[in-house]
């Protein structure tokens, strides 16, 4: 994939007029959640004359630049969800994406990328075993028996061809996942076993044989690159997760490992076709609180090796906290905010243009909320009820109680959220996402990152809002 140059861009009067009807003066009731912070419009404006300063760029050459939408999409969607690669085409989300992680593969603590394995270790059933039928098929044709790739990973083959220039990336770990990456690098030899059979397994296609699935080469083409998801090097993520103080070092040698077997890799297949070389691409999902950051990561050193990574833009809190309180705001003061997340990486020494904003496609609410006025910075009694998990809710659902009446919508500083005066959920919705997309071009930014693509309506509203904001249409 081209590397991007350094470019800044201006944002137009009409979108700086938008952010800052975002940032209105704040209530007392909102000081948890950081809406006391009067200077937020301020802080666009400045953001904002920096980029034109920098470099004032006109629309026809803006509309040229290629910012990265990349949108995961979850191995087991498919069950309670519903939620299929067919999807992603009917919705109308491929056409505006660039590249699609998918969510996740498993890391086993002796340096090995698996596929195959115990009952919520791995599903080959989702993966690559299970037949579509023509319904559900993205281009109409039923699996048969027969046929060595089929599942998910045969249906984002066909998204592909529908789609010229979708790129797909295999996503490794996630929160869950992450449990054995301090251990599976913690040696050299180990680092080289793991991206070597990541390769094996998801670049050169080579899938464990399951009845009349897989074999060698049979996913070759379906990947085009590696995402880390690791959750986090040199701090803790989820409670069984181990790690180590060396992992800050080893997780740069591990970026530079793959870097190093994906580049031969694509030289050895551009002499073995006859072909020009392939860019493999390399990203990584990345904290935003700033220990986590400094624990785990040398940014000048591993941003050298990644096309990109994607920014933590959400769960700055979480529906088990005891206090209501914003989860991914644009801006916010003396709390993690968008803003935080990018000038802390900025600082750190990572180029703008490699930089990708997490935006969520979920809301986290709270129930039993007491305090009154808008809800927001006010003790609550636990989760929100929710169809799959209490204190989570997809965007589609948040909609339909957003244009219910029973809640209302405030906007504040790059967030949303609703409220009934008991119930509070805090999401993004596309009012907010414009404000992002118009950040993203101001900072000069690589483009927006979603999580997950089920989250969306089934006309795919939130992916195309970011992308008409990242087009400035």
């Not at 040229?64 to 519903?82: A, E």
């Not at 074999?215 to 590696?226: E, K, L, N, P």
């Not at 993520?237 to 740069?252: I, L, M």
């Not at 129930?367 to 006025?373: D, L, N, P, R």
Request: glycine share 10%; aromatic share 10%; with cysteine.
């Amino acid at each position: 994939m081209r590397r991007r140059t350094l470019v800044r861009t201006t944002v137009a009067a009409g979108s700086l007029a938008l952010l800052a009807t975002l940032a209105p003066a704040a209530t007392a009731n909102s000081a948890n959640s950081a809406n006391t912070a009067g200077t937020a419009a301020a802080k666009v404006t400045a953001a904002t004359a920096a980029a034109t300063t920098a470099q004032r760029d006109d629309d026809d050459d803006d509309d040229r630049r290629s910012y990265k939408s990349i949108g995961y999409f979850s191995q087991w969607g498919i069950y309670g969800r519903n939620y299929h690669v067919k999807n992603l085409q009917t919705s109308g989300q491929a056409a505006k994406l660039t590249h699609i992680n998918y969510a996740f593969t498993n890391v086993s603590p002796d340096g090995r990328c698996f596929i195959s394995g115990p009952a919520g270790e791995a599903d080959t059933w989702a993966d690559y075993v299970r037949p579509v039928d023509a319904a559900g098929s993205v281009d109409g044709v039923a699996d048969n028996w027969e046929q060595p790739l089929a599942g998910n990973f045969n249906q984002l083959r066909k998204l592909k061809a529908k789609n010229p220039g979708l790129r797909a990336l295999i996503s490794l770990g996630g929160w869950t996942w992450s449990t054995h990456f301090s251990e599976a690098v913690s040696t050299p030899a180990k680092r080289k076993s793991l991206a070597a059979s990541c390769i094996d397994i998801y670049i050169k296609g080579n899938l464990p044989v399951d009845g009349t699935r897989g074999g060698q080469g049979v996913a070759a083409g379906v990947f085009d690159g590696i995402d880390i998801d690791w959750e986090w090097p040199g701090s803790a993520g989820e409670d069984d997760t181990p790690y180590r103080p060396e992992d800050k070092q080893n997780f740069t040698a591990l970026v530079r490992e793959f870097r190093t077997q994906l580049d031969a890799y694509s030289r050895s297949e551009a002499r073995r076709t006859g072909t020009k070389p392939k860019r493999y691409d390399l990203s990584a999902f990345v904290p935003t609180a700033p220990a986590k950051i400094d624990a785990g990561f040398e940014i000048p050193k591993i941003m050298k090796d990644f096309d990109w990574v994607n920014l933590q833009g959400y769960d700055f809190h979480v529906s088990g906290e005891k206090k209501t309180a914003q989860q991914s705001a644009l801006f916010a003061k003396n709390d993690f905010s968008v803003h935080q997340t990018v000038s802390d990486w900025l600082k750190r020494g990572a180029p703008a243009h490699k930089l990708v904003v997490g935006m969520p496609f979920y809301g986290q609410g709270w129930t039993g909320v007491s305090g009154g006025g808008d809800g927001m910075g006010q003790p609550a009694e636990r989760p929100a009820p929710a169809i799959h998990q209490p204190g989570f809710e997809d965007y589609k659902v948040l909609k339909k109680l957003a244009d219910s009446g029973e809640y209302k919508v405030h906007r504040k500083y790059g967030q949303a959220w609703l409220f009934n005066g008991k119930t509070l959920w805090t999401y993004d919705d596309p009012t907010v996402l414009r404000a992002k997309t118009d950040y993203i071009r101001a900072r000069g930014l690589g483009g927006a990152m979603f999580w997950s693509l089920d989250g969306d309506t089934d006309d795919g509203e939130l992916v195309k809002a970011v992308d008409r904001g990242l087009k400035r249409r």
